[in-house]
């Protein structure tokens, strides 16, 4: 999802930090910090546990889109893979389009409040035309009941566990809403209506042995937390539109025109962006197959979700993205002609290609043969293998978005979180890759650009703001950006530059990427796993960062000389006027020109807020500082420094 920093900044400049309570360094270095121990299910070192389970969901869907009503409509075949040890009598769904119905709870909190979520207008929701049902081999017609934007599915014969399956044919409809909550909806262009379709099928609610089903609402700000499996679907549309959707199309000759077959074949061996549909094409008729409608068929596996968008005014372009195996994936993009500007989406594929080759390349290797970018109504929202951006994107804006659009592949489609109870462990890890990536991209070109002016640390760190541990849909709307977004990822960029260094953060980050992808992990795994593969013990970092609003303020007390005399040494008082604890590296600067770093490890924190240490010094001091390079969170730096004049 974008990162709405402006807004939110807007909004949370006027929090005051309040006072700070007294350092406890009992309350920071407390000895236990998980609330459990591990099991056979998921490890006390962060990794899955061996006899770690999880379901599996399939779909087999075929819908028609009327442009004319704005209708998707259609039948979805779910099979449904029980590998958990328990005996399933009924099933639950999730009907996201029902966030847009009048009286949808969303329509009673979120739309009342306003802002980014709320739905300028209503739809009748999806709307259930048929269900069918099979279990071991006897079908049915089952009894359901839809409660907001969930669906319960009652069997007639018990679903049994350890791989057994059940079917469910469900025929639906829904019409496609304007303004979806920024993740689908429509625009309107000189050449014709963008269509960005999202949350679009029934599908499986998550049953897993932290919580069994997981049946939180569709609200708004909480977004999804879905099962893996494989989807095949075909998109029925007007000749004249383009489709394009998660996965790879599978039908290449039947939707495409022959010039356009050779165009993406070129593509596929190129480096740089290759039109397949040209601004000046997209006026011209013949450069759609001829016809009433043109089925298109896709394809993804090892997923979670999928997404289309579909529109007769995209201009659409291609190149090759280069993997780190050697393998070959397609970076696309499709935008309507309005989005052609000074450093306009014409750029698009360049950012996409680049953005999927880095983060490959650094974590994890991008796993779909496409990765589209879409521009539209939306402002920014993900999916396997597509994203949606808004149409007026250019510039640093339209890399900023499409490199956190696809950074989201890695979390949450790579690696499973909660989205809709822990947006910190989606938006905030990507958020933090993003940093590295911008840094990366063509020599830094975009690296000075940030939504933020001024000091930020007082804001973070705000004795209003909602902890990190905090559901998404709890969390204060005009702060989320700052709670979700910003503090995880410097908490993350903290933790690699200031506690770890970055071999051996990367390490961890890695190997956790590389354990839960395609799984289920809580924030536990991830804390557990970071600290196994970094061989430190960071219950201290976690407590603070994550479970309070704790702040760091290291002042620099005093600095004072033995005896008198710069030859016999200083002695450094510093002290912790905050409640979060860290490493801190100290500057001393002597006016002979010799300086000393001295670096101290957290645990000088350990037996109270005040440490004091020595310092072999020649000369009298000019300058000590604390946190010189700026690594650390600090709330005032006013009291980091003290020159030779005070002592």
């Not at 592949?409 to 790579?414: A, C, E, L, S």
Request: aromatic share 12%.
């Amino acid at each position: 999802m974008k990162q709405f920093f402006l807004w939110a900044f807007a909004a949370v400049i006027g929090i005051n930090a309040g006072a700070q309570q007294a350092y406890d360094h009992r309350e920071a270095f407390s000895p236990i910090f998980y609330p459990n121990t591990g099991n056979q299910y998921r490890s006390a070192s962060g990794q899955p546990g061996p006899a770690y389970w999880q379901n599996v969901a399939d779909y087999n869907i075929a819908v028609t889109l009327n442009t004319e009503q704005h209708k998707v409509s259609g039948e979805v075949t779910l099979t449904y893979t029980n590998n958990s040890p328990d005996e399933l009598r009924f099933l639950w769904l999730q009907l996201d389009q029902n966030i847009y119905k009048k009286d949808s709870r969303a329509s009673a909190t979120t739309t009342q409040q306003g802002g980014r979520w709320a739905n300028a207008n209503y739809t009748d929701g999806q709307v259930i035309k048929s269900i069918t049902a099979e279990v071991e081999g006897k079908k049915f017609t089952p009894k359901y009941n839809i409660t907001d934007t969930r669906m319960q599915v009652w069997l007639d014969e018990v679903l049994k566990g350890s791989g057994k399956k059940a079917k469910l044919v469900i025929g639906y409809e829904f019409v496609v809403p304007q303004y979806g909550t920024d993740r689908m909806g429509r625009l309107d262009t000189k050449n014709g209506t963008v269509y960005e379709v999202a949350q679009w099928f029934p599908r499986m609610c998550v049953y897993d042995d932290i919580q069994g089903w997981n049946t939180l609402p569709y609200i708004g700000a909480g977004e999804f937390f879905l099962e893996y499996g494989t989807i095949e679907y075909s998109v029925t549309a007007p000749s004249e539109l383009i489709v394009v959707g998660s996965g790879e199309l599978i039908n290449e000759k039947e939707a495409l025109t022959p010039v356009q077959l050779n165009r993406l074949q070129e593509a596929r061996n190129s480096d740089k962006t290759v039109m397949l549909r040209t601004e000046r094409e997209v006026t011209d008729r013949s450069s759609r197959p001829a016809g009433g409608n043109t089925t298109w068929r896709f394809r993804v596996e090892n997923t979670r979700d999928a997404a289309w968008a579909a529109s007769k005014a995209f201009v659409w372009d291609a190149a090759r993205i280069n993997l780190p195996s050697g393998k070959k994936a397609l970076a696309m993009s499709a935008y309507p002609a309005e989005s052609i500007r000074r450093n306009g989406w014409q750029r698009s594929t360049e950012f996409v290609k680049a953005s999927i080759e880095h983060y490959s390349k650094m974590w994890y290797e991008y796993p779909y043969g496409v990765a589209v970018n879409v521009a539209g109504i939306v402002g920014g929202m993900e999916y396997p293998g597509i994203v949606f951006c808004s149409y007026e994107s250019s510039g640093a804006d339209l890399w900023g978005v499409t490199d956190h659009e696809f950074g989201h592949i890695w979390f949450p489609m790579i690696v499973g979180t909660n989205e809709r109870k822990y947006a910190w462990m989606d938006e905030g890890f990507n958020t933090f890759i993003n940093g590295l990536s911008t840094k990366a991209f063509n020599k830094g070109e975009f690296a000075g650009f940030s939504y933020f002016r001024g000091e930020l640390n007082k804001y973070l760190f705000s004795k209003n703001l909602d902890p990190l541990f905090t559901t998404p849909d709890v969390a204060q709307q005009e702060a989320i950006g700052m709670v979700a977004y910003e503090k995880p990822a410097v908490m993350l960029s903290t933790l690699r530059n200031a506690v770890l260094g970055p071999e051996r953060f990367d390490a961890a980050f890695r190997e956790y990427i590389r354990r839960w992808a395609y799984k289920h992990p809580t924030p536990f795994d991830f804390f557990r796993t970071m600290e196994n593969v970094a061989g430190e013990e960071l219950g201290w970092f976690w407590r603070s960062w994550v479970f309070t609003n704790a702040s760091l303020d290291i002042a620099l007390k005093t600095v004072a000389y033995e005896e008198g005399k710069p030859e016999n040494g200083a002695n450094i008082t510093l002290e912790n006027v905050g409640q979060m604890v860290m490493p801190v590296t100290v500057l001393v600067k002597e006016s002979n020109g010799k300086e000393q770093r001295i670096n101290l490890p957290v645990e000088v924190w350990q037996r109270g807020g005040t440490h004091t240490f020595g310092v072999h010094t020649t000369s009298r001091l000019r300058e000590v500082v604390v946190d010189p390079d700026k690594l650390l969170p600090d709330m005032d730096r006013k009291n980091n420094k003290l020159d030779g004049k005070a002592f």
